[in-house]
């Protein structure tokens, strides 16, 4: 199994749609997790950290489940600016350093 | 002002060949890392590299080497040039050694290795 699991889409939405993407774990003792958007050969940008408790930024919604080992973003009110791979990062400790792994990306793609 | 540099941003070579790929930071971060994105897009951390630690990923050839001359700037120099080391390689950088806070990254080296 992969350490860090995302389906790769593509999703292909309408604009104004809600959008779910998951991105499940294998490591339990992981750490900290991020959300990040790389637009097509573009380099990758932050777009929010995940926390234990959820959180929101404008239409964006992060959310972490430890007992089923994934997280999830939720888009709502797609924008064509959207469009982008999102990529899930997972940071879990390694013997005594810790280890960063990024997901394969999910392809998201809002239609006009 | 740009944040994190990379050059060249495209790299057409041949096999055998040696090359190396600069990146430099003004951000005033200390850790630096080199990630490999592949055609299929997955995205895989090669080093991590503080003045104190390197971090190499156990799957990287040795052909692969970082080097770092000063805390703004991490260079890659690559041996023996193969087909499959055609990748786009990203350059990032974070405050904080080992703790992986976000990370900002360049805008990519396209090696393309005939």
């Known amino acids: 199994r992969k350490e860090v699991e995302q389906d790769p889409g593509p999703f292909n939405v309408p604009e104004g749609a809600t959008v779910a993407f998951n991105c499940t774990y294998s490591?339990?003792?992981?750490?900290?997790f991020f959300w990040y958007r790389q637009d097509c050969r573009k380099e990758p940008k932050l777009l929010m950290s995940?926390?234990?408790s959820g959180n929101e930024d404008g239409r964006f919604t992060a959310q972490l489940n430890r007992a089923s080992q994934y997280i999830s973003l939720l888009i709502r009110d797609s924008k064509l600016s959207d469009s982008a791979t999102y990529l899930c990062?997972?940071?879990?400790?390694?013997?005594?350093?810790?280890?960063?792994?990024f997901g394969s990306g999910t392809q998201l793609t809002v239609l006009p | 002002d740009t944040a994190v540099s990379q050059t060249p941003k495209y790299l057409v070579t041949q096999m055998g060949n040696d090359k190396s790929i600069k990146c430099e930071q003004n951000?005033?971060?200390?850790?630096m890392y080199w990630y490999k994105q592949d055609s299929k897009k997955f995205l895989k951390i090669m080093f991590s590299?503080?003045?104190?630690?390197?971090?190499i990923n156990e799957t990287v050839p040795n052909r692969f080497s970082p080097k770092s001359p000063d805390k703004a700037h991490l260079n890659l120099h690559i041996n023996s040039l193969e087909l499959g080391d055609s990748a786009v390689y990203f350059c990032?950088?974070?405050?904080?050694?080992?703790?992986?806070?976000?990370?900002?990254f360049g805008p990519g080296t396209r090696l393309t290795v005939l």
């Open positions: 990032a950088s974070s405050q904080g050694a080992g703790s992986y806070n976000e990370q900002f």
């Open positions: 490591n339990s003792a992981s750490q900290s």
């Open positions: 995940v926390y234990s």
């Open positions: 990062v997972v940071i879990f400790p390694s013997g005594s350093a810790r280890q960063l792994t």
């Open positions: 951000l005033g971060h200390d850790t």
């Open positions: 590299y503080n003045n104190k630690e390197l971090i």
